[in-house]
């Protein structure tokens, strides 16, 4: 006969288990659970509020350099303009002189205000690459064509050396290319009093992958090894140059990081130095971009069709518009985005060159319209000339997809002439 078994009383609220027995206490356990949760979603909630003002922060950010870049690029645009249009017709060699001074002190602010902006982009992450099908022998000859005026006449020669010719076309960001060529270039010329300064171009193809070499070679004084170790940091500056930012070269090596290229440097005190960008580039089919070589049109061809200028800057408007008749080609213009579509309704404009960041209607939202109203025979080239480019500018978006190019303001005669004659001879032939 079994013993009866006294069971004294046990508190517990969970069920008994599968032998029939009364479960354990957990009221302890689930009060931990349940503060442990609640301690999670205040911190999770403090997190998120965190998260938010600092999204805050960075958009207000965002949009003061966007300001602050239209604010400084659209003045120094009629400035570079106003030059250039001076620069033209005969001048006596004082008035050459003085063009030329100008000339160089304008580049000069240029590369400061990008220097400046396009740095403190990065350290926001709000830089972004735009690469479109571009002739890298065209950037460079470019890049290489200014750095000679500002030389002058100074016993300084700049030249360029192609041991390998690139591809006709590469997809690459030209505007990044450009900085950072310019930048190499603008260190070489500064510390270089006399002797040579000479770019290097080499280039090896994979599988329709480039693979790009430039290297910018001076015989200045060379880089002390104290200080070597220094010169890809902000705000370090050589010792016998006061005037700059300090930002020139450390801007060169992270625009070549974010292409995914390198620079590095070579020096030898007494003997120069060579700066080597390296970058790779996917090759584009001439045929397939339905790109053409920019072909300058004669005189009658010039007159047989009109471009448009489109700006909300008055003197903007009025620069552009002169360079451009200057040249030979027949222009009109818009002072804003809905006026751009009234006028490209009634005529068809070989090319129209858009300020993006415009009231009542920006330049997308224009392109976007203008590019509804066209039929297959009658195209446009629209060109994105704006102050914005690096900040929701174009490049990256659907709404972009309706410009064929951009281009950074201030933009000089020599850019003008060369992007009209390519897009002019494509819109031609459409």
């Not at 801007?251 to 130095?273: F, I, K, W």
Request: a neutral charge; aromatic letters at 4%; proline letters at 5%.
């Amino acid at each position: 006969m079994a013993l009866a078994r006294s069971v004294g009383p046990v508190s517990s609220s969970s069920p008994p288990d599968e032998a029939g027995a009364p479960g354990l206490s957990v009221a302890p356990a689930s009060r931990d659970v349940v503060a442990v949760e609640e301690r999670l979603r205040r911190e999770n909630e403090q997190l998120r509020r965190e998260l938010e003002t600092t999204q805050s922060q960075l958009r207000a950010k965002r949009e003061f350099l966007s300001r602050m870049s239209h604010g400084l690029r659209t003045p120094l645009n009629g400035v570079v303009g106003g030059i250039d249009l001076l620069g033209i017709g005969p001048l006596d060699p004082e008035q050459r002189s003085l063009i030329d001074m100008m000339r160089q002190a304008t580049t000069e602010l240029s590369g400061l205000v990008d220097g400046i902006l396009d740095y403190t982009l990065i350290e926001l992450g709000a830089l972004r690459l735009m690469p479109k099908a571009a002739s890298l022998v065209d950037v460079l000859d470019e890049s290489v064509g200014r750095y000679r005026r500002i030389v002058g006449g100074r016993p300084v020669g700049l030249e360029m050396a192609y041991h390998d010719r690139p591809p006709a076309l590469l997809l690459f960001d030209a505007l990044r290319v450009t900085q950072v060529v310019s930048g190499l270039l603008d260190n070489a010329v500064k510390f270089t009093r006399r002797g040579q300064v000479v770019l290097s171009v080499a280039c090896s193809v994979v599988q329709d992958r480039a693979s790009i070499t430039l290297s910018v070679r001076d015989t200045g004084p060379g880089i002390p090894s104290e200080r070597l170790s220094k010169i890809f940091e902000p705000f370090v500056q050589g010792e016998a140059v006061p005037r700059g930012t300090g930002l020139g070269l450390a801007m060169c090596r992270q625009l070549s990081e974010l292409m995914g290229g390198t620079l590095e440097v070579q020096t030898a005190v007494g003997h120069g130095s060579c700066f080597t960008f390296c970058f790779e580039a996917d090759v584009v089919d001439r045929a397939a971009a339905h790109e053409r070589p920019a072909l300058y049109p004669p005189a009658a061809e010039r007159a047989r069709g009109r471009l448009l200028v489109v700006d909300d800057d008055a003197l903007s408007r009025r620069i552009t518009s002169k360079l451009i008749r200057r040249l030979g080609y027949a222009v009109d213009v818009a002072r804003d985005g809905e006026e751009a579509v009234r006028l490209a309704a009634k005529h068809a404009y070989r090319i129209v060159l858009m300020d993006y960041q415009m009231p009542t209607m920006d330049g997308s939202e224009a392109a976007r319209r203008i590019r509804a109203a066209e039929t297959p025979h009658r195209r446009s080239a629209i060109v994105a000339v704006t102050a914005t480019t690096h900040v929701g500018g174009p490049g990256g978006n659907n709404a972009d997809a309706d410009m064929d190019d951009v281009v950074a303001k201030p933009v000089t005669r020599q850019t003008l002439e060369t992007l009209i004659a390519r897009w002019w001879n494509q819109a031609a032939e459409e």
